[in-house]
């Protein structure tokens, strides 16, 4: 078994979350999984890792919705991606049906690792992202420093 991730996923939306958990965990993908409502307490929470001191890694992804509130996910994106320290970190953005194709072009400009299209139906969403996770099972993930204290946090 791999070692345990830190799935981090910033996603307002209770019922996209809870698809997303329950198919992470479902099908067997090491994880924990730790959400995040909006942009900016992701991005406070990233911030912690430039600052510690004691660190330890541990693999990480991140899902980021694109239109969050406070910070959206195309900023979440682009704060990460000019970040040395974070800028490896796999970002998979979840796009909706509204989001035109100018949008998915910039989320691959700005660097994500690929993004995904929600669904309307939400069978049709648990599918893909049952999908996700079994194609994350087999995946090699780069490792983070994370502060210990922010096992916690995260």
């Not at 698809?19 to 911030?47: T, W």
């Not at 004691?54 to 900023?75: A, H, S």
């Not at 970190?89 to 979840?94: D, S």
Request: proline content about 6%.
């Amino acid at each position: 078994m791999k070692k345990k991730a830190f799935v981090l996923v910033a996603e307002n939306n209770d019922a996209d979350f809870a698809v997303i958990e329950k198919n992470l965990q479902h099908n067997g993908y090491p994880s924990e999984i730790i959400r995040f409502c909006d942009g900016q307490k992701l991005l406070n929470a990233l911030s912690q890792i430039q600052e510690a001191e004691t660190v330890f890694c541990r693999p990480c992804l991140l899902f980021v919705d694109i239109q969050l509130p406070q910070v959206n996910g195309l900023e979440v994106l682009g704060t990460i991606k000019t970040n040395p320290q974070l800028k490896k970190i796999p970002v998979i953005v979840l796009l909706t049906s509204e989001n035109e194709q100018q949008v998915l072009e910039q989320c691959y400009r700005y660097g994500c690792s690929f993004c995904l299209r929600k669904p309307d139906i939400p069978e049709h969403f648990s599918e893909m992202f049952r999908q996700v996770s079994d194609f994350l099972s087999v995946v090699e993930l780069p490792e983070l420093p994370v502060p210990e204290a922010m096992g916690a946090v995260l």
